[in-house]
């Protein structure tokens, strides 16, 4: 077969390109640890080891996420009001201003959505009537979504939510963005386009604080933990609730396994990474992990679910066939959320 001077260019390229991208990422991957004491930390899925820190040039990283090809990695600075989109090739980054306590995000195609949460001042006050003050304040002030173009590295659009924007899901179609907000107990559901409201669905009555939310891989099922009230909501495929069902203490993360059987949460306070029957939605088992772990993912094989615990300062790994720790990754600096690449499900991704 022959081929013009351009197409073996071409080839040439893309054959270099995806070897970089794949020794980047290691024989079986690398998970990327946003760290609010420090920086991202980088662990080799082969080895389960720490390889480096990447320097992302601001403060308070908690949200994180990474595009499908492997090239950007996104965090969310909640001291510094921005994102920093790392090119992890070559580890330049770009710093993005969002708004006051950025927190959440999630990455589509070549978009970055982050949720912040504009806090207004008590005015210099101090005590517990001020903290109240403060709170009230919190509560009633609208959150927002900002949606970033990675390409331009521009905010392309702010969706104004409810109060206390947290957990964001998209669509199976990719057409819906899901957002719980906090103190607002509500689901809302927004055009991925236009932003604009199409659904708003309290959870009230349910429980209190929707914190996480993830679709199951077969679109057939949505839950949200409720983490005020120790509980799992069931939604069906049109996000019409169906029943709570009760968890551990303060249940953040969640998502279910690759063929929509299991459901897996965090229980934060209870220190349990718990697994439940996606059918019959009883408990499985109970896994202790550390102290906060808010956030996890599987490994892009599935055969190791990874979770960030931030009062423990280390990542832990769990066996998916034995449901038993099998390692304790430390050396952490308040680990708050973990993604992979190659992108895989998890509390704050999925493929």
């Given at each position: 077969?022959?081929?013009?001077?351009?197409?073996?260019?071409?080839?040439?390229?893309?054959?270099?390109?995806?070897?970089?991208?794949?020794?980047?990422?290691?024989?079986?991957?690398?998970?990327?640890?946003?760290?609010?004491?420090?920086?991202?930390?980088?662990?080799?899925?082969?080895?389960?080891?720490?390889?480096?820190?990447?320097?992302?040039?601001?403060?308070?990283?908690?949200?994180?996420?990474?595009?499908?090809?492997?090239?950007?990695?996104?965090?969310?600075?909640?001291?510094?009001?921005?994102?920093?989109?790392?090119?992890?090739?070559?580890?330049?980054?770009?710093?993005?201003?969002?708004?006051?306590?950025?927190?959440?995000?999630?990455?589509?195609?070549?978009?970055?959505?982050?949720?912040?949460?504009?806090?207004?001042?008590?005015?210099?006050?101090?005590?517990?009537?001020?903290?109240?003050?403060e709170k009230d304040d919190n509560d009633r002030e609208p959150g927002h979504i900002a949606i970033?173009?990675?390409?331009?590295?521009?905010?392309?659009?702010?969706?104004?939510?409810?109060?206390?924007?947290?957990?964001?899901?998209?669509?199976?179609?990719?057409?819906?963005?899901?957002?719980?907000?906090?103190?607002?107990?509500?689901?809302?559901?927004?055009?991925?386009?236009?932003?604009?409201?199409?659904?708003?669905?309290?959870?009230?009555?349910?429980?209190?604080?929707?914190?996480?939310?993830?679709?199951?891989?077969?679109?057939?099922?949505?839950?949200?933990?409720?983490?005020?009230?120790?509980?799992?909501?069931?939604?069906?495929?049109?996000?019409?609730?169906?029943?709570?069902?009760?968890?551990?203490?303060?249940?953040?993360?969640?998502?279910?396994?690759?063929?929509?059987?299991?459901?897996?949460?965090?229980?934060?306070?209870?220190?349990?990474?718990?697994?439940?029957?996606?059918?019959?939605?009883?408990?499985?088992?109970?896994?202790?992990?550390?102290?906060?772990?808010?956030?996890?993912?599987?490994?892009?094989?599935?055969?190791?679910?990874?979770?960030?615990?931030?009062?423990?300062?280390?990542?832990?790994?769990?066996?998916?066939?034995?449901?038993?720790?099998?390692?304790?990754?430390?050396?952490?600096?308040?680990?708050?959320?973990?993604?992979?690449?190659?992108?895989?499900?998890?509390?704050?991704?999925?493929?």
């Amino acid at each position: 077969m022959k081929y013009s001077r351009t197409t073996t260019a071409s080839l040439l390229l893309t054959t270099l390109l995806l070897t970089s991208t794949l020794t980047l990422a290691g024989t079986k991957g690398m998970a990327y640890v946003s760290n609010q004491d420090g920086g991202v930390t980088v662990i080799d899925l082969e080895t389960m080891e720490t390889t480096k820190t990447l320097d992302i040039q601001a403060k308070g990283p908690r949200g994180i996420g990474v595009t499908k090809d492997g090239k950007l990695l996104v965090t969310a600075n909640k001291d510094d009001d921005n994102i920093s989109v790392v090119e992890l090739a070559t580890g330049n980054v770009t710093k993005i201003a969002i708004g006051k306590n950025p927190e959440f995000v999630r990455v589509y195609g070549n978009r970055a959505y982050v949720t912040y949460e504009p806090s207004p001042s008590t005015g210099g006050g101090s005590g517990a009537a001020a903290a109240e003050a403060e709170k009230d304040d919190n509560d009633r002030e609208p959150g927002h979504i900002a949606i970033v173009d990675l390409k331009t590295g521009k905010v392309v659009k702010d969706i104004t939510g409810k109060p206390e924007t947290e957990g964001l899901e998209f669509s199976p179609n990719g057409k819906k963005l899901i957002v719980t907000n906090e103190s607002d107990n509500s689901i809302t559901v927004h055009d991925m386009k236009s932003g604009k409201l199409l659904k708003n669905i309290p959870v009230g009555s349910y429980g209190d604080r929707p914190r996480g939310i993830k679709v199951a891989p077969n679109g057939k099922l949505y839950v949200s933990t409720l983490e005020f009230s120790d509980k799992l909501l069931v939604l069906d495929k049109n996000l019409k609730p169906i029943k709570a069902i009760d968890t551990g203490k303060s249940p953040y993360g969640v998502s279910f396994d690759q063929d929509s059987k299991r459901i897996y949460v965090a229980a934060s306070k209870d220190k349990v990474l718990q697994v439940y029957d996606a059918v019959t939605f009883e408990k499985i088992k109970d896994i202790p992990t550390g102290s906060r772990c808010w956030h996890f993912t599987f490994t892009p094989d599935n055969q190791n679910i990874l979770l960030a615990c931030g009062r423990s300062d280390e990542v832990v790994v769990v066996d998916v066939n034995s449901l038993e720790v099998t390692k304790r990754i430390g050396d952490k600096e308040l680990p708050w959320g973990i993604v992979t690449y190659p992108k895989s499900l998890g509390s704050l991704d999925r493929p």
